[in-house]
């Protein structure tokens, strides 16, 4: 079975994706308030999308070896059974374990390789998701029993640590990627009505 656990956490390490810092704001104006809403209303979406595209792949995967997934709750955690005994059929269930981040490693690739306009805040959204919940799972999330990390390295020739590298550094390619695209320059910021940046904190002077 694999415990579903979410990556939330990993997304403060992302805050460094940032190329350049953001200028804050001396003034708001509706126009500014909608675009950041905007903004962050389908940034969250795109980072939601990646994370279901996560559990998606190992829906699929369980499926794709034989097995018979089914959804609960572990402790008050979503949880995703794979079906799979890792005992009888290792492979499968290494197939299984692996498919949530091998997904996302390979969404991200395609949005970065695929000639198409980029930079829009979904598209970041989707790509943040990738990496943050990569950053999870070789960090906070590796140690646990049912992490994918541990169920990867358990039915395996590969360590933890092996398995890590591996997903980090694809993750850690990404970044760099992103880092030196001008599409996204200020990863986590809106673009205001005049031309500038705006980012989700605003501060109001009083003369």
Not at 17 to 37: D, E, K, N, V, W
Not at 56 to 71: D, I, K, L, N, Q
Not at 82 to 90: A, E, H, K, L
Not at 184 to 207: E, K, S, W
Request: hydrophobic content about 45%.
């Amino acid at each position: 079975m694999r415990r579903l656990l979410l990556p939330g956490a990993g997304l403060a390490a992302l805050l460094w994706l940032c190329p350049a810092p953001a200028r804050a704001q001396a003034a708001s104006t509706p126009a500014a308030s909608h675009s950041q809403a905007h903004f962050w209303k389908h940034f969250v979406l795109g980072f939601g999308t990646s994370i279901l595209a996560h559990e998606a792949g190992h829906v699929v995967a369980a499926y794709a070896v034989g097995g018979h997934p089914s959804f609960g709750f572990d402790r008050g955690r979503p949880t995703i059974y794979s079906g799979i005994d890792s005992r009888i059929d290792p492979h499968d269930q290494f197939i299984f374990s692996s498919a949530g981040l091998t997904v996302q490693a390979l969404l991200n690739e395609a949005i970065l390789d695929i000639p198409h306009t980029r930079g829009s805040s979904f598209e970041r959204g989707v790509l943040a998701g990738g990496i943050a919940t990569t950053l999870f799972y070789i960090t906070l999330g590796r140690n646990a029993n049912v992490s994918d990390v541990s169920f990867m390295a358990a039915t395996s020739s590969l360590t933890k640590g092996e398995v890590s590298l591996i997903y980090g550094g694809i993750a850690a390619l990404q970044t760099l990627r992103i880092w030196h695209d001008p599409a996204y320059a200020h990863f986590f910021t809106a673009p205001n009505p005049r031309g500038g940046m705006d980012i989700g904190v605003r501060l109001q002077h009083d003369l």
